[in-house]
């Protein structure tokens, strides 16, 4: 997202908006804009979102799709990066969509090989289109984005999604906020124009959106925090916390959640939650960045 123009960002949001439309008209879903192209899904890490949405519409766009996890591929045999990359490549390949534990992973890849590579989380640094999608989900249902507040929440350290989110919701004019005990903000902050909070309480004061981050426990050491009793009390959006948000305040966060910990059953489920939302916009943005970087039709 760093090098995103918010030009950039626009033209993905407005082409989103309309493969938006065709996921929702039911009936047949599939086009043809990019009928002869080849695209892998190459997980090192587990998903169920973002590859099921890549994978859905790669598919819905006309493209074969084939989906790697590194459970039941040659990885489990040791094979390196590089190999597995040129492997696919070999096989006429037009764009690699890749996550993996390792940041970098996904700039690597670029220099490896020569088909489009798309970053579908890379270690704890970017998750470029959970960001889009982010952006695409608060436009819909508030009609802007700038000017808006919107706090983050939660473990910004380990979190992919915050570094993305930040680039983007700061180029396009939104006040950006992170809560969360002080253990679990970056250290060396070189962001611009984002306020810190160590009060979740007063972080939400007149936000127009929160976005709730999963606990990262496969990515941090033990000790950022007491216990998750302690975190759900001092760090939770729950019912009580939502009273300090607006009124229409958009709830949202990327999944999988820690039900209980980082959020309430109440505040996923209530009115003001667009988590549910967040998913099919998912599959949109995927279809637009997919038709933009393999040049399908407009
Ligand atoms: C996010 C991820 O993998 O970074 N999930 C997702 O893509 N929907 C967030 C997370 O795992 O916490």
Partial sequence: ?????????????NTARKFKQVIRRGGDKKLSNLR???IVNLFYEPSTRTR???????K????????????TSSIVKGESLRDTLRTIEAMGTDAIVMRHKSE???DFATRVVKPIIINAGDGAHAHPSQALLDLFTIEQAKGRLAGLK??????????RVARSDVYAMTRMGMEVHFAGFKTMLPRFFDFDGVTIHESLDDALKNADVVNVLRIQLERQQAGLFPSTREYARVFGINED??????????ILHPGPQNKGLEISSEATYCERSAIHDQVQNGVAIRMALLNLTLGGAA
């Fill in 52 to 58: 099921t949405s890549f994978e859905l519409a790669g």
């Fill in 36 to 38: 002869g192209k080849a």
């Fill in 1 to 13: 997202m760093e090098n995103f123009s918010a030009d950039d960002i626009r033209l993905v949001l």
């Fill in 60 to 71: 819905y766009l006309g493209a074969d799709v084939v989906s790697i996890t590194s459970g």
């Fill in 104 to 106: 970098g992973a996904a």
């Fill in 150 to 159: 919107v706090v983050i929440v939660g473990d910004i350290l380990h979190s």
């Fill in 241 to 250: 916390r939502l009273r300090l948000v607006k009124d229409d305040a958009l």
